[in-house]
T-cell receptor
Framework: GQNIDQPTEMTATEGAIVQINCTYQ??????LFWYQQHAGEAPTFLSY????GLEEKGRFSSFLSRSKGYSYLLLKELQMKDSASYLC????????????FGTGTQLKVEL | DGGITQSPKYLFRKEGQNVTLSCEQN?????MYWYRQDPGQGLRLIYY???????QKGDIAEGYSVSREKKESFPLTVTSAQKNPTAFYLC????????????FGQGTRLTVV
């Protein structure tokens, strides 16, 4: 499996930009996912990266560097509804779509 | 509408009892997964199945059992051997092939009383 590390908590201001970092072991890496999870609810898919570079999707972007074992999720024009936990998850070669999740980063958006 | 359904949403169990959590999907996905989530922790994989009549242990399988008799269904039994069963349980499914997103059910919150 993978070891996935991400910060436990972050706080940001409405309208601002926030970057949530994630590091992972590179051995057997086969793609990295970001999910959003509101308290007591199911995670919802945000992005998938398998090649180096930036993937942009509206206010959310995700970046991957395979050589550094590093990814980040960038949230722009923060809204109060973006307050949630953001889960970084890695897939490994030969593991199908079995994922190893980080602990999640709890983002609090303040006025 | 296609989706993945877990039931019940809340479940209470007495110590020493087995309990089964239901997970059904109509997405025609081959692979299904059970995760456990505890406060302050990420999702941990209990069991997964990539095809009907086959399943593998995940990272924390002790005290749990599963079956995969139909493609649509992947029930999880929490047995009395699971020492700390109170948690939020999430079922997910994916298509085969790498890089496909997981679709999650709404979760079952199990509390031992």
């Amino acid at each position: 499996g993978q070891n996935i590390d991400q910060p436990t908590e972050m706080t940001a201001t409405e309208g601002a930009i926030v970057q949530i970092n994630c590091t992972y072991q590179t051995s057997g890496f086969n793609g990295l996912f970001w999910y959003q999870q509101h308290a007591g609810e199911a995670p919802t898919f945000l992005s998938y990266n398998v090649l180096d570079g930036l993937e942009e999707k509206g206010r959310f972007s995700s970046f991957l560097s395979r050589s550094k074992g590093y990814s980040y999720l960038l949230l722009k024009e923060l809204q109060m509804k973006d307050s949630a936990s953001y889960l970084c998850a890695g897939a490994v070669t030969g593991g199908g779509n079995k994922l190893t999740f980080g602990t999640g980063t709890q983002l609090k958006v303040e006025l | 509408d296609g989706g993945i359904t877990q039931s019940p949403k809340y479940l209470f169990r007495k110590e020493g009892q087995n309990v089964t959590l239901s997970c059904e999907q109509n997405l025609n996905h081959d692979a299904m997964y059970w995760y456990r989530q505890d406060p302050g922790q990420g999702l941990r994989l209990i069991y997964y199945s990539q095809i009907v009549n086959d399943f593998q242990k995940g990272d924390i399988a002790e005290g749990y059992s599963v079956s995969r008799e139909k493609k649509e269904s992947f029930p999880l039994t929490v047995t009395s051997a699971q020492k700390n069963p109170t948690a939020f349980y999430l079922c997910a499914s994916t298509d085969q092939g790498g890089g496909t997103e997981a679709f999650f059910g709404q979760g079952t919150r199990l509390t031992v009383v």
